[in-house]
């Protein structure tokens, strides 16, 4: 009989995971890296939201709440919904989880049955294939290449609906590419998805607020009011106000769905830490000048490391409307052999003999579903980004 369970076989570890262990290892080792690889922001959570949790502490809010969230929170979500999205969820309506990934994991472990399919635009997040496969669906990836800048279209949606469709998941703006669709863009599939009443939609809305220019974020249920009834809408606090390390995410959608995730939620974890729970309350409230301080900075860095890609041989680096990742197309290295003597067959040697060669840990494009190309996270300091791009365009210069 065998240890480990069949389920386990079908999922691998994140690769993005394993490229930050990877650069913090060789760091420890004393080695000079610079990683781009981890999906946080570089700075730290907002004074009044570390505030609000310290007088939780103080207060004696350490107990086990509510399993899907406490009154307060679930409350403060719902005048978010409503002023940021014009949304108009009831509490109960609402659940509360550790940490987005939680919230999206809840949701196929209690609505996936064997045979049922998700649709994934790619390039994905690497989670959500290895989560549709650990609740037991199938994952139907739809690739989107460079020519739609990495955007699924209408057409593309229609043709990978089928009778057995139960969710498709969109995010926007993406990990790892960055790509926010407007309203427009988001109308023309959710126009599709009017056409197949069988089909929910989870929206992955957490760069909502990382987005650049005059860019404007948009959301299904938002778009197109018609699938509210059949969409949940994600979001956390963990990338938008720096509390990766706090795990709060949430979602609004039907109570029936929200009831079964939190069934799913009371047999695995309970409730999400309580002190993180008011520092939540704190977040979304609490004043909002952050985000916009955030904004300039990260746009700022895009167009540093776009306009720094772009000058690097071999290299296309699309300018992505929001969070804070680029995914350039390295087509143009392909074939090549690095100064250190790796042939470049894929982006998986690129992103190998990347970091043996330049101390660069990028992750590889294989791990989205899109290749050749790699991901660059920009969440960090200007100095290092410049230093790390001055770095990829001598190893492009470097390949014959
Ligand atoms: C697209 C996307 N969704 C969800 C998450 C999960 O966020 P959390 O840290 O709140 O679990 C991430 C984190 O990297 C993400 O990039």
Redesign the pocket.
Known sequence: MAFLSDTLARVKPSP?IAVTTKAQQLKAEGKDVIGLGA??PDFDTPQNIKDAAKRAIDAGKTKYTAVDGIPELKAAICRKFERENGLKYTPSQITVG???????YNALMATCNPGDEVIIPAPY?V?YPDMVLLAGGTPVTVECGIETDFKLTPEKLEAAITPKTKWFIF?SP??PTGAGYTAAELKALTDVLMRHPHVWIMS?D??EHLVFDDFKFATPAEVEPGLFDRTLT?N????AYAM?GW???YAGGPVQLIKAMGTIQSQSTSNPCSVSQYAAVEALDGPQGFLTDNKALFQRRRDLVVSMLNQASGITCPRPEG?FYVYPDISGCIGKTSAGGTVINDDEAFAAALLEETGVAVVFGAAFGVSPNFRVSYATSDAALEEACRRIQSFCAGLT
Do not use: H
Request: with cysteine; charged share 20%.
């Open positions: 993005t999906g946080e550790t940490g987005g990934k939680q919230i999206l997040w989670s995010n993406s990990n992955d957490m760069y994600c956390g606090v963990s990338k990766t795990r709060i995410g969070a």
